[in-house]
C-alpha cells in the first residue's frame, strides 16, 4: 500500500486533533508544516515528528512528497488555499466552514471538479458514535415523521479571542463558528435535506467586536420539518453542549447528548437509553481521527468524501441566508 503524504497548513488548536487523526491512520507521512507561529510552529512540529516548517504556501506545492493538504487557519484563506492546491493537483481536507461565503464555496466547487479533486469539509460531528446512532433511528422511522428539531452551538461563560472575533478573517461570529455545527447535525440526523427557508435574528451582547455572538436560526428544510438552531459566545446557559439536538416525531422523541429516544405508547413512553463508549471530552479526538481515516481512505481510493463539498455549501448556504435575514428582517427562500 503506498503511503499518502499530507502536509498541514497551521499549528493551532484544531490542527493538534488533525495530527494525531493522521498519526492514527495508516501508511501516511506528514513530511512538512506550514504556519506563521514561529517558535510555536516548531515545537508543534517536534511534537508530532514533522521534518520540514515552513510560513510559505508556495513552498509545498512543488513538492512531491504531498499528496493531500489538512487546512486549519483562520476562515478568509480557507478558499484561496484549497483553490490553489487543488488546481496543482493536491487534495484538500479543510477545517469548518468551508469558506467565509457560498460565493466562495461554488469557486471551490468548480475547482475540485475541474481538477478532479478530493475536497473534504471537516463537519467532524458526522463521525462521532452517538450522531450516528440518533441519525440511525431517525432514520429508521421509529420516532415517525419529524417535524421539528433543536440544537445547540453555545459557548457558556467563555468566547473565543483573536482572529475569531475579525469579520474581515473569520467572516462571521458565533454562527459561523459555532452554530454550524448545529446545523449539519441537524441536517445529518435529518437524512440531509434541503433548506428552504430560513429565518434569524442575530445579535452582538457581550464583546466589543464587529461579528456576532447571539443568534437564533429557523430552517425549514424540504421535507416540511424546521429546525431552530441556537449559536453564542459567553451565554450563561445554554440548554444543550455543541451539536446537541432534539428531535421531534409523530411517534416518538430522540435527543443528543443526552443521547435517548422515547418510543410514543400512551401515556406512558418507553425510554431507550443505550449503552455508549466513555467520553473523554465533549469533543473527543475519536470522533477526530475517525474523520481523518475517512479523508485518507477517500485520497487512496478516490471515494467521495461524506462531508463533503456539497455538504459544506449546504451549510454555507444557510449561513449566508441567515445573516441576510438578520439584515433584512425577511424569511430568506433558497
Known amino acids: 500500500m503506498d503511503t499518502i503524504g499530507v502536509g498541514l497548513i497551521g499549528s493551532g488548536y484544531i490542527a493538534h486533533y488533525h495530527a494525531r487523526g493522521l498519526a492514527e491512520a495508516a501508511d501516511v507521512e506528514v513530511p512538512v508544516l506550514c504556519s506563521l507561529d514561529g517558535k510555536a510552529a516548531e515545537e508543534f512540529a ?21 499528496q493531500a493538504v489538512v487546512i486549519s487557519t483562520p476562515n478568509k484563506f480557507h478558499a484561496p488555499y484549497a483553490i490553489e492546491f487543488m488546481k496543482n493537483g ?3 481536507f479543510v477545517e469548518k466552514p468551508m469558506a467565509v461565503s457560498a460565493l466562495q464555496g461554488t469557486e471551490m466547487i468548480e475547482c475540485a471538479r475541474k481538477n478532479e479533486r478530493i475536497l473534504m469539509i471537516g463537519h467532524m460531528w458526522r463521525f462521532d458514535t452517538e450522531v450516528n446512532y440518533i441519525r ?22 467563555w468566547g473565543p479571542a483573536g482572529w475569531f472575533t475579525e469579520k474581515e478573517l473569520a467572516g462571521g461570529g458565533a454562527l459561523a463558528d459555532m452554530g454550524v455545527h448545529a446545523i449539519d447535525t441537524a441536517r445529518y440526523i435529518l437524512g440531509d435535506p434541503e433548506p428552504k427557508e430560513v429565518y ?9 467586536y464587529e461579528v456576532d455572538d447571539n443568534g437564533i436560526v429557523v430552517i425549514t428544510w424540504e421535507t416540511g420539518a424546521v429546525s431552530i438552531i441556537e449559536s453564542g459566545w459567553w451565554h450563561p446557559h445554554a440548554d444543550g453542549p455543541e451539536a446537541g439536538t432534539q428531535v421531534f416525531g409523530t411517534e416518538g422523541y430522540a435527543s443528543l447528548f443526552p443521547t435517548f429516544w422515547k418510543k410514543k405508547q400512551g401515556d406512558n413512553p ?8 466513555e467520553r473523554k471530552e465533549h ?48 424569511v430568506v427562500k433558497l
Open 283 to 330: 469533543c473527543d479526538q475519536v470522533m477526530y481521527s475517525q474523520q481523518m481515516k475517512h479523508f485518507i481512505e477517500c485520497v487512496r481510493n478516490r471515494i467521495k468524501p461524506v462531508s463533503g463539498m456539497t455538504e459544506g455549501q449546504t451549510v454555507l448556504r444557510i449561513v449566508d441566508a441567515a445573516y441576510e435575514s438578520a439584515r433584512s428582517g425577511k
Open 200 to 208: 434569524a435574528k442575530i445579535s452582538t451582547s457581550f464583546g466589543d
Open 270 to 277: 418507553e425510554k431507550i437509553v443505550p449503552d455508549m463508549p
Open 136 to 157: 440511525d433511528i431517525v432514520q429508521s422511522g421509529k420516532p415517525g415523521d419529524i417535524f421539528k428539531t433543536k440544537g445547540y452551538g453555545i459557548h457558556v461563560n
Open 46 to 66: 517536534d511534537k508530532y515528528g514533522i521534518n520540514d516548517v515552513t510560513d510559505q504556501i508556495n513552498d509545498m506545492l512543488g513538492r512531491e512528497d504531498i
Open 90 to 92: 493536491i487534495d484538500v
